[in-house]
Structure formats: C-alpha cells, structure tokens
C-alpha cells in the first residue's frame, strides 16, 4: 500500500529543469515567517504579497508585504490561514507567480501543495508526493529503511488496538514512545515505562491523535533514553542535486517542543556527525527530494544515531544554519523554484562551509512563572537589544501592538553568532538582558537560566535537561 516506485519518477530529472523566473511571491502564513520571506523576496526583486485573517488586520506583518489581502472573512482565526480554495483564488487573481507556505498551518499538507501546482502557481518547498511521504512519519520511516538510514526500532505500520500495542511492547521492551502517524510539534507523544501503563496510555493517545489530527493512527517506537536531538539541514534542487548545510542541536526541548536552537552541535564526533550528514543526504536523494528539508535523528549517549523524521519545509530554526553557513535558505528556496540549479547558485558541497557558532531562542509571550501561559494584551513597552552578532526576526511587535490568544505566543527569534558557544551564550544573554518588553509577560527570564545554566554553557545537554532542572522556571 506504501509503495514508494512513484519517487523514480521524481528522481534523475538530470538536465530536464526549466529555469522560469518568479516575479510575486504570496506567502501563505502570518507574523515572524512570513515576514522573514518577504523580506528575502525585495532583495531578490520580487514582489511579496501578504495574506491575513482578520483577527490579524492591525498586525504588523501585513503591512511588511508589497500588497497585502484580507482571507478568511467570517471564518474563525486558525481557518484563516487553512482555506486552500481562496488562498489560490487570492494568488491567482493577483498574479501571484509562487506561494511560500512558510512554516505551520498549510506546510506539510500535499493537498495544498498540489492544487497551488494544479493552478499553474509555484510551490515553494518538495513535490507534493515528497510532502505527502513525509508528513507520514510511518512511510518517512520505510523511505528511511529503503535507503539504508538507521531508525529506531518501531512499528513498520500504524497500530489500531491495543493487543498490538501490548505485543510490540512485550517483544521489544519498555520504555516505548507512542506517537501519532500524521503527529507533530511535539504533540501526540506519550512515553510508556510501566507494563500496566500500556493500556491506557495507548489508548489515550490514539484518542488526543484522532482529536488533534483528525486521525488517530499510532505507531510505536523504542524510546532513546537521555537522546540528543540533532538535525541536517538539506537543500535539493529540480536535477536530482542534494547539499548538507551541517547539523543543529536542538536537544533544548520542553514537552518535546524546541526552545533553544545552536548550530554546529555540540562535542558531537565527527565521525558520527559526518555519518549523519551523509545518511540525510543519501535519503533525500533516495527521495528525490528537492528544495529545504530537515532530516531529524536522536543520538544516544553512545553516539548510535537514528533517524526520526523528515521536515518537509522550512523549519523555525532555519536561521542558525543561515548565520553559520552564510547561505541565506529563503533565497535559496525561491531560486530553485524558479528552476536553478546548486551549481549555478554557488551550492556545491565543497563550498559550503561553517563558521563560528550560532544559537537561537524563541522568545514567546508566555509566563515562566505561570507554567508557560500564554500572555495577551497591549505591548506597552518594546526595547530589544542589538549589537554585533545579534540577529532579530520578529513578527514586527513594538509599543502598542496587541498580542491576541488566536495564534502562537511566537514574539521574536533571537540569534547570535559568535566564535563558539561560550561566547555566543553569552552574547545572547547580554542582548535579552537588554530587552525591555512591558504590558505582557515574556520567557525571558526562563531563556535566561538557560543560557546562564554552566550544564548549558558546556555544551554538553540532552532532552531530559528542561525537566531534570526545575530551577530554570524560577
Ligand atoms: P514532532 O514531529 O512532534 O516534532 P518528533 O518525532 O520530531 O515529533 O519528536 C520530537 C521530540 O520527541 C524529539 O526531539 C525527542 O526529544 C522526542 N522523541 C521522539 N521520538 C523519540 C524516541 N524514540 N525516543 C526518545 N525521544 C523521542
């Protein structure tokens, strides 16, 4: 049922790709991302076209865009940014060339994909059947196999009873992490370690999977105890090319939700860190994957490293790969949608290289204090910090700006890039010490124990550190 002989069809277009250029972009997303793809779309000389919802009329973003429309009227917040038919009857009745899904809402769904394609508008990100593939975690698992990319010991399909969770569980040993088939950010996870927990465990999570992603399909992993979470940053072009832009640790994890980013990984060695980016390669060539992904492994203490999923998109933490790297990922992307190949846009593998350290933290209107609740009303006060190294991709808030519940408590990405960790730690902790943001609460003071945490600053974390230091939250 999975078969996966339709990417040969995807593969070895060689020589095949036309190179059409792109003059509009509409970006199918909100605040901090869409403004980050605006943004690379003027410098390429490319119109940038805004969609918002209304709940998002007095936000900033929109008004970052060359021309910006109202979507979704009547509709509920959410609904806005998910509503393919008028999204493509916006782009279409505008002229628009390409659509940007950017990350979240429309991104991973093929279906949007393929009737951005169907209208004869660009889509800025993999085929759709290189979507649809990977947004299965099961079929992303088989591909993983197929290639010959390690994973973790799992479920070679979705389980739907508990007998057949019970048996896996009793084949493999605990502990074994329940995840949802069509699952993501963080979410539809649930780590067993009890026999007489399996029960119920499974079955709660296949019911929150049915309710969060209208399908309740599970399957089953061996959990990595004490894993790191290390990433490869890909780029592929229509030729069948694919490039690593090195690796991210993104270990730094609350409820298996990414808080702080660093590229290059840590005292990772390289033997182990080559040996991953070869394996991402391989599988997105074995894919036939083209434009920017992310290959997700965990690495265990012993350096065994397997393969977890692939992120068919652009991905929050982009930007500390771009202030490593020096390769701006956006423009990329839009460059090999328009038909370019890596060699003819510079990014042969021996090119790319790494310099310094770069880390970034996600500051969100969320309370520290109130268990990460997140925090609405009117920015009083807005003061960021600067300087040299520091970067600021932001959803544009600033004195006056409301913050609503409708969407993510995402406020600004601060990233620093300095020689090495110890002092781009310190870097990021001087500028968030700068900030002064009043009229909501904000996490920095908990992003602050984090930089300042001597365990961190070592370098030298897995995903157990949120929760084994309580004493972040105060
Ligand atoms: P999502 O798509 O929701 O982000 P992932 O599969 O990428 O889910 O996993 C997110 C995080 O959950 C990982 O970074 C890791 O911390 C944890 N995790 C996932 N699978 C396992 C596993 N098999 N063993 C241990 N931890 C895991």
């Not at 009329?57 to 038919?85: H, S």
């Not at 896996?168 to 074994?176: A, D, E, S, W």
């Not at 079955?203 to 979470?229: D, T």
């Amino acid at each position: 049922k999975r078969q996966l002989i339709r990417w040969s069809v995807t593969r070895g277009m060689g020589s095949q790709v036309q190179y059409r250029p792109i003059r509009s972009v509409l970006v199918a997303n909100r605040g901090e991302i869409a403004i980050r793809v605006f943004r690379a779309c003027t410098e390429l000389g490319i119109k940038s076209v805004a969609i918002y919802s209304e709940q998002d009329k007095m936000q900033m973003f929109r008004q970052k865009a060359d021309e910006a429309y109202l979507v979704g009227k009547g509709l509920p917040p959410v609904q806005a940014y998910l509503n393919i038919n008028e999204i493509i009857r916006v782009a279409l009745e505008n002229g628009v060339d390409a659509i940007h899904p950017g990350y979240g809402f429309l991104s991973e769904r093929s279906d949007f994909a393929q009737a951005v394609i169907d209208a004869g508008i660009r889509f800025i990100g993999p085929s759709p059947y290189v979507v649809q593939a990977m947004g299965d975690k099961v079929a992303a698992r088989n591909a993983a196999i197929e290639s010959g990319v390690p994973i973790v010991p799992g479920t070679p399909g979705p389980v739907t009873t508990t007998e057949e969770a019970e048996a896996f569980c009793l084949k493999h040993g605990l502990p074994v992490i329940f995840k949802a088939a069509y699952g993501g950010g963080g979410r539809g996870m649930r780590v067993v370690r009890k026999k007489e927990e399996v029960k119920e465990a499974f079955e709660r999570a296949s019911s929150e999977a049915a309710a969060a992603f209208g399908n309740g399909a599970m399957f089953i992993e061996k959990f990595v105890e004490r894993p790191r979470h290390i990433e490869v940053q890909l780029l592929g072009d229509k030729a069948g090319n694919v490039v690593h832009l090195y690796e991210r640790d993104c270990s730094v994890q609350r409820r298996h939700q990414k808080v702080v980013e660093m590229a290059p990984a840590p005292h990772l060695d390289d033997k182990v860190r080559q040996a991953m980016l070869d394996n991402a390669v391989k599988l997105a060539k074995h894919v036939g994957y083209s434009n920017a992904g992310t290959v997700e492994f965990l690495v265990d203490q012993e350096g065994n490293f397997y393969f977890i999923e692939v992120n068919a998109r652009l991905q929050v933490e982009h930007t500390v790969t771009e202030e490593v790297t020096g390769i701006d990922l956006v423009q990329s992307q839009i460059k090999i949608a328009e038909g370019m190949t890596l060699p003819e846009l510079h990014l042969t593998q021996d090119k790319i290289t790494k310099n310094g350290f770069a880390i970034q933290c996600r500051v969100t209107t969320e309370d520290p204090a109130k268990n990460f609740q997140p925090d609405t009303g009117r920015i009083e006060v807005f003061r960021t910090g600067e300087g040299m190294g520091i970067r600021l991709d932001s959803a544009a808030a600033f004195p006056g700006a409301v913050i609503s519940p409708y969407y993510d408590s995402l406020l600004v990405k601060v990233i620093s890039h300095a020689s090495d960790l110890h002092s781009s730690c310190a870097k990021l902790a001087r500028a968030l010490r700068e900030f002064r943001v009043r009229g909501v609460k904000t996490n920095i003071p908990f992003l602050l124990n984090v930089l300042e945490d001597q365990k961190f600053i070592s370098g030298s974390v897995d995903t157990y550190f949120i929760d084994e230091n309580p004493q972040l939250f105060s």
